[in-house]
């Protein structure tokens, strides 16, 4: 085993995701402690460009056309050999949908260790994680064997991975990824008419804490008085009160608006993965301890059912001034 710290990229469409960014920070802070290099891993095709501003040591670049996108299956294939052969002392995936389903199939396969959730690394290089939906930060040894981590965002800052200098890139030999079981076949667009939640500067967000369907209507007389868009946690848009193109989240969008409101949100982190790079986050939750305190700005434990219809009063009201 070396003492390399692995980085593997997530991008779609040809766009590197924050979190990668994110991802190269946490790495070097965990490189100081194991004199290892950071080390980018970047599966795709023709994609190399996207490798030019990663503040990495070097990056192992993966070209096939079967990489173009992701698939579970070809990344899976890929990174077991990349892992096996170099033995990294440690491999950062993104918690995300993609980084989840490939670090938890390696690690039954590799017979490796998982640390799920981390969101930042302590002096000494040990790993310091969410568990128990966000209420609890875990610090625990890195396992002396190749480790598999995925990274929350919240610790580090994604600027801070880029970098005006390209890296050293290093051209990889690509596994046999015929016969592949999963292939992409079409992306699936939000449903035309309506909002792209990921572009929008105003979010009005709510979560379970609105309690039925009826009540979105606040939320959304809200968003109007703040020119913003009302999108929604899973257990909204699970009940069907709000579809799934306005889900914030692990299995919905990412968000990155100027005002983030959360009404009755607890901030899990399957839903701060997408909306902690919010710049101001804004949270109205009744409970004191609520995980979403921690990546608010500003919060209060007023009711919402009290303070949202006064504030879209005064609003109005400034309005008409
Ligand atoms: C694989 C996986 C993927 C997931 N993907 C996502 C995802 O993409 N997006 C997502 O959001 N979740 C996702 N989840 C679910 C996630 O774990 C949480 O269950 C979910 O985010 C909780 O939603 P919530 O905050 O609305 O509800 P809760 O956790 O029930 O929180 C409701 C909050 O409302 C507050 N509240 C209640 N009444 C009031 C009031 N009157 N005024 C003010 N505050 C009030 C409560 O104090 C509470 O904190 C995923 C889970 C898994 C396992």
């Not at 609105?210 to 939320?219: K, L, S, T």
């Amino acid at each position: 085993m070396n003492q390399d710290i692995y980085v593997v990229i997530e991008h779609l469409r040809g766009q590197v995701a924050d979190i990668s960014y994110l991802m190269l920070v946490g790495a070097r802070a965990l490189a100081q402690t194991t004199g290892g290099e950071v080390i980018a891993v970047l599966l795709g095709h023709d994609a190399q460009g996207l490798a030019n501003n990663m503040a990495a040591n070097k990056v192992l670049y993966v070209d096939h056309p079967a990489l173009a996108e992701f698939t579970s299956d070809a990344y899976q294939k890929t990174l077991a050999g990349l892992i096996r052969e170099r033995e990294p002392r440690a491999v950062l995936f993104a918690s995300s949908s993609i980084g989840a389903d490939v670090s938890g199939v390696l690690s039954a396969r590799l017979n490796l260790p998982l640390i799920s959730s981390c969101q930042s690394f302590s002096a000494d290089g040990r790993p310091i994680s969410q568990i128990c939906g966000g209420k609890i930060m875990a610090e625990s040894d890195l396992p002396d064997t190749t480790t598999l981590l995925t990274m929350i965002p919240g610790g580090y800052k994604p600027e801070e991975g880029q970098s005006g200098k390209a890296p050293e890139i290093i051209k990889m030999e690509a596994p046999s990824l015929d016969n592949l079981r999963v292939t992409l076949k079409q992306y699936i667009e939000p449903e035309a008419g309506d909002v792209d939640i990921s572009k929008e500067p105003i979010i009005i967000s709510v979560g379970r804490g609105i309690q039925n369907q009826d009540n979105i209507e606040i939320a959304e007389e809200l968003a109007k008085a703040l020119g913003g868009v009302v999108a929604a946690s899973r257990p909204v848009v699970d009940q069907g009160w709000m579809s799934t193109s306005r889900l914030v989240g692990k299995s919905g969008k990412k968000v990155k608006p100027k005002i983030y409101l959360a009404l009755g949100i607890s901030g899990a982190p399957e839903h701060v993965e997408g909306m902690g790079e919010s710049e101001v986050i804004i949270a109205i939750n009744t409970d004191t301890n609520a995980p979403i305190f921690n990546v608010a700005k500003y919060g209060t434990t007023i009711d919402l059912f009290d303070l949202v219809p006064a504030l879209t009063e005064k609003l109005r009201e400034i309005k008409k001034a």
